[in-house]
């Protein structure tokens, strides 16, 4: 499947934003599935709740394993912490500094690739751990909003990987 670059890729420095979501682990094979879910059960919740969010949904990708399990967030940006009753929800922070930016329609892994290999030739190095596979701050950040747009490929989606310091 090809895809098509809608915006850069780039570096851009950001603040600290609040976040709501759900955390879990899950197997990279069906973890967009699992991501769909997660959307769908985050949504329901914020209606229940009284909560509109802020900002576009997310997926965070906390530990990257394709062979195994992956450690992922659903969430939403800009939406501060509410009280989540001891759920699965959970008041969080995408964190603050330098991102390398991808926006794109079309094949996500051939998007990744493309960021992945594009920062290290701008002499940047991202803020995470090639041996666990951590990352400070992997996002996945859909400018389509997914409850008014089903056809996931007319979603456009953010890629924002944050960089180590430079220098």
């Known amino acids: 499947m090809a895809f098509d670059i809608q915006d850069g890729p780039r570096i851009e420095a950001r603040e600290a934003r609040p976040t709501l979501g759900i955390r879990l682990v899950t197997p990279f094979r069906g973890m967009l599935a699992v991501r769909d879910a997660l959307?769908?059960?985050l949504a329901l919740w914020c209606a229940d709740h009284g909560v509109e969010p802020g900002g576009p949904f997310f997926l965070r990708l906390h530990t990257v394993d394709m062979a195994g399990d992956m450690d992922i967030e659903v969430g939403v940006l800009d939406t501060p912490a509410v009280d989540a009753e001891g759920g699965r929800v959970r008041g969080g922070e995408a964190p603050a500094g330098d991102y390398a930016l991808l926006a794109y329609r079309g094949s996500s892994m051939s998007a990744n690739?493309?960021?992945l290999a594009w920062a290290?030739?701008?002499?940047r190095v991202f803020d995470s751990d090639p041996e666990s596979g951590a990352w400070a701050g992997r996002f996945e950040i859909l400018r389509t909003d997914p409850r008014l747009e089903k056809r996931k490929t007319a979603w456009t989606i953010e890629l924002a990987f944050l960089l180590s310091p430079a220098g």
Do not use: N, S, Y
């Open 39 to 41: 959307i769908a059960e």
């Open 120 to 123: 290290p030739e701008q002499g």
């Open 113 to 115: 690739k493309t960021l």
